[in-house]
């Protein structure tokens, strides 16, 4: 039930003419809304996003590209790279010193040749980079689309043979 002020009940209201915290404006409550501000916060967001989409690029992305590759070339070919890590508008995959070598030792590889296939650095359109942390199957189709343009970019690299000789 609202009661309605009278003389009798005495009501205060803001003013701010008689405000006493006007002193209280500190560093500590600038920095506060500051970093409470939506610029910073949105900025924090993305960054946390952006690194934890790399780390999982290099702890979970890794070993499913190495398993594709070796499974898509029959495993005749064994791929490694230095480094994997997105784009800054996480639409692209950079791999950086990527290497192919043959699966057997060269004496006794006839086939593929005995070269090792290096590439010092690949960039691979990725659109489903920005949510591979919270959906698996699209992590794992962006692992075999990023398999694929690998192969192709190796056959693209090699004069006489192809390094992709199996069915992915």
């Given amino acids: 039930m609202n ?3 009278t003389a009798e009940t005495s ?3 803001y003013d701010p003419m008689q405000d006493n915290r006007s002193g209280t404006l500190t560093f500590l409550n600038w920095m506060k809304a500051l970093l409470l501000s939506p610029g910073i916060l949105f900025t924090a967001g993305y960054l946390t996003i952006y690194l934890l989409t790399n780390l999982y690029l290099d702890n979970g ?3 499913k590209l190495t ?3 070796s499974r898509a070339t029959d495993d005749t070919w064994n791929l490694s790279f230095e480094s994997i890590s997105s784009g800054p508008a996480m639409k692209s995959v950079t791999i950086n010193r990527l290497t192919i070598v043959p699966a057997l030792p060269p004496a006794t590889d006839t086939q593929q040749g005995s070269g090792i ?3 010092t650095e690949l960039r691979v359109p990725c659109s489903h980079l920005g949510t591979i942390l919270f959906d ?3 992590a794992d189709q ?3 689309d990023i398999s694929r343009r690998i192969l ?3 056959t693209a690299s090699v004069p006489n043979g192809s390094p992709g000789t199996g069915t992915q």
């Fill in 67 to 69: 398993e594709a590759i």
């Fill in 11 to 13: 009501c205060t209201f």
């Fill in 117 to 119: 296939i290096s590439i």
């Fill in 136 to 138: 698996r199957a699209h």
């Fill in 152 to 154: 192709v970019s190796l």
């Fill in 142 to 144: 962006s692992a075999l």
């Fill in 61 to 63: 992305i890794r070993p």
């Fill in 3 to 5: 009661r309605i002020p």
